[in-house]
Structures are given as structure tokens and as C-alpha cells.
């Protein structure tokens, strides 16, 4: 992947979240409800606009696995009394396609409405916190779907969401002990994936003992979750980490950590990032210095990351999460919970490890991937 393409899908979001900023002064909610899209707050990255009816096929997902005693909200705080839910999305940032791929998933489920309220920065949590309290306020929102990097500073708005009566779910997570009940959470075990990508990664060097530097992201329990997976999956082996820092789960955060480990430690022969975007920064860090022995592993499924693994441009695997369908399933279950089809819980998600194999496969198949591959695969 060259610096040009990175940048290239990079501006992807930033153009998105101009489109969509417009969206939100100039569209009224679709689908056969009288509910408006109201102009996005200052600051936000803006809100878009979903059809509630459509030829899409209705997202099937796993059982709900029971949360933690004291987690789940009761049902019978829901306030909906039917017809065509509303459902706001709440990402921490649009800066990174991760989210931005969740609501193509969420806006494309048959039978609701949707718009996206997100800071540009994953790291304006203020910013999130007043769109969560806005969104709470409004009676034409019925469900919220929220990413939450920081549980406890949410939990208290969190709760006031709920006892409002809207169905709250978190989604990209697998706690399931939110510190106030919420009514679902959606996502994968990320421990559990990062220790399958180690031991495969392990399997992979047939033997061969490796040094190890770790990029985490800024500290929360996706962070802890991501890494620990991965030192979990290399406990016991022949394989040794030597250094970790935070990449900051930027690209440019991810190559300047990745520069500075690979220097101060060259040993490092295996670099393992918490997020596709680090992956995607130490792969240039790794280009720059002319490093081509460096196994890079991401997490995430990217498309750029992706890209990079099928035209070998520097990372090596990568476990997909599949961010469009993560968003299918999450409305999907919004809208059962709504109409009490569903009871509160957790929703598995699937994950697959892509590397040179079957990186073509995954990039084949456009309409469940955003952005879009750059080309033709």
C-alpha cells in the first residue's frame, strides 16, 4: 500500500463527513414517518439520512448470550409504541472508517430510520457526551447505538438514556458488565479473536522464535482487551515481547510509534497493532526503513488494510470484524428489542483471519466492505 493510497482512503471520511454534514440541514427522514433530521450541533461531523423500507435482505444474528447479572435494562422501560423506529448512531469519531462502516451497515436494514451524531475526533469525548444527552432528549429517537471507548464517564448518561425509555446498545464491545444496565451490546470477544490471530500468527513461523513490539491504543478496555488477547495467544512460546507504546490508533500515531520501536529495538521482527489503522502506519514505518523481515498484524478488517495484505504492501494479516454487517446486526437486534422480539444480551459477531490467502475473497465482495476497494479485485 503506498503512502499515496493510505492517504487517499483517508480522505474518504473526511469527505463523507462534509456529505454528510449537508445531509443533515437539507433531508428529512425517509420511510413513511413524519420525524425530521434535525441540523447536526456544532461540532459534529454531521448526520445522515436512512430509508426505513427497502428490497434488503433482514440481518440474521446469534442468540443473545445473557449479560451480566445487573447489566441488562428491563424492557419494560422501552417507551416505542410501534410503527417506524428511529435510530440514532453514536460513534466516538469519524475520523477513522471503522465507524463510518458501522452505519452503512446500520442505514442499510429495511424497517427503520437512522442518522449518524459523532465529534470528528475519537478523542472528544465532551463532544460525544452532549450528542448522547441530545439524542436522549428528543422523542423521535427510539434507539441508540453507541460506541463507547470510556464506560464509566458514558455510564451515568448512559442510564438516563435508558430510563427515558430508549433501547440502548453498545455496539463494537463485548463487555458485559456496562456499569448501568444498558439493553444489548454487539460485537466480537476481542480477547478471544486477538489470541486466535497470536496463535496463528505462532503456528504460522513453524518454530521459529520471534521478538515482539506491541502498538496499543490510548487506554481503555478495548485497548486491554485487543493486546491482551495477543500476549495471551503467545504465552508459553518462543516468542518475546520486547517493547510496547501507544500508537494512538492513527495511522500517522501508529508509523511514528512503529518508527521508534523498530529503531531503539531492531531486533523486533514482528510488529502486533490493536487496530488495522496502527498496522497500516507501522507498515510505512517498516517501508521507510527498509525493513521487509517485519510480520505486521493488525486487527479490524480495514479495507486499506486488506488491500495491503493482497498487493503485499506491508501488512501481513489482519482479523476481520466485518464493521458493515457488526452495523446490520446491531440495528437489526435495535429493532427487535424495540418491538420485544428480542430479549437484552450479547450478539457475537463473526471474525475471520485475512492474510494472502484469502484477502482477494473478502475484497471481492464490495458491498460488504467500506470504503470501497480502491479498484476492481
Known amino acids: 500500500m503506498t503512502r499515496s493510497i493510505r492517504f487517499a482512503r483517508r480522505a474518504v471520511a473526511l469527505a463523507t463527513s462534509a456529505v454528510l454534514l449537508a445531509v443533515t440541514s437539507a433531508c428529512a427522514l ?19 439520512v436512512a430509508a426505513a423500507t427497502g428490497s434488503a435482505p433482514v440481518p440474521e444474528y446469534a442468540t443473545p448470550v445473557t449479560l451480566d447479572s445487573g447489566s441488562a435494562a428491563s ?6 409504541k410501534g410503527g417506524v423506529p428511529n435510530i440514532a448512531y453514536l460513534p466516538m469519531g469519524t475520523e477513522f472508517n471503522y465507524h463510518l462502516a458501522l452505519f452503512e451497515g446500520i442505514k442499510s436494514v429495511p424497517g427503520a430510520t437512522s442518522f449518524l451524531l459523532s465529534p470528528y ?5 465532551a463532544a460525544q457526551l452532549g450528542m448522547l444527552q441530545d439524542v436522549t432528549s428528543r422523542d423521535d429517537v427510539d434507539a441508540i447505538l453507541i460506541i463507547s471507548f470510556d464506560e464509566h464517564s458514558l455510564a451515568p448518561l448512559i442510564k438516563k438514556a435508558v430510563d427515558a425509555g430508549k433501547v440502548v446498545i453498545i455496539v463494537n464491545s463485548d463487555i458485559p458488565n456496562y456499569p448501568t444496565p444498558v439493553d444489548g451490546v454487539v460485537g466480537v470477544n476481542q480477547r478471544a479473536a486477538n489470541k486466535k490471530l497470536a496463535e496463528w500468527a505462532v503456528e504460522k513461523a ?10 496499543d491504543g490510548e487506554p481503555s478496555y478495548i485497548a486491554t482487551e485487543r493486546a491482551g488477547g495477543f500476549t495471551d495467544g503467545i504465552a508459553g512460546t518462543n516468542w518475546n515481547v520486547v517493547a510496547r507504546v501507544s500508537g494512538g490508533w492513527s495511522v500517522e500515531k501508529g508509523n511514528t510509534a512503529a518508527m521508534d520501536l523498530l529503531q531503539a529495538n531492531p531486533t523486533i521482527n514482528v510488529l502486533y497493532a490493536a487496530n488495522d489503522y496502527m498496522a ?5 514505518a517498516a517501508k521507510a526503513l527498509g525493513r521487509s523481515d517485519v510480520t505486521i498484524l493488525g486487527y479490524d478488517g480495514d479495507t486499506a488494510a486488506i488491500e495491503s495484505i493482497a498487493d503485499d504492501g506491508g501488512v501481513t494479516a489482519t482479523t476481520n470484524t466485518a464493521p458493515v454487517q457488526m452495523g446490520r446486526v446491531a440495528a437489526q437486534y435495535a429493532i427487535d428489542l424495540l ?9 457475537e459477531g463473526p471474525t475471520t483471519i485475512v492474510d494472502k490467502d484469502n484477502a482477494l475473497t473478502i475484497l471481492q465482495k464490495p458491498e460488504d466492505l467500506f470504503p470501497k476497494p480502491s479498484r476492481d479485485f
Do not use: C, M, R, W
Open 121 to 125: 475526533a475519537g478523542n472528544d469525548q
Open 206 to 215: 513453524k518454530g521459529e522464535a520471534k521478538q515482539v513490539g506491541i502498538l
Open 339 to 347: 418491538n420485544k422480539k428480542a430479549d437484552p444480551g450479547y450478539v
Open 75 to 80: 424492557l419494560d422501560k422501552i417507551s416505542f
Open 30 to 48: 425517509t420511510g413513511g414517518s413524519d420525524k425530521s433530521a434535525e441540523a447536526a450541533p456544532s461540532g459534529t461531523a454531521g448526520a445522515s
Open 280 to 284: 497500516e502506519g507501522a507498515a510505512l
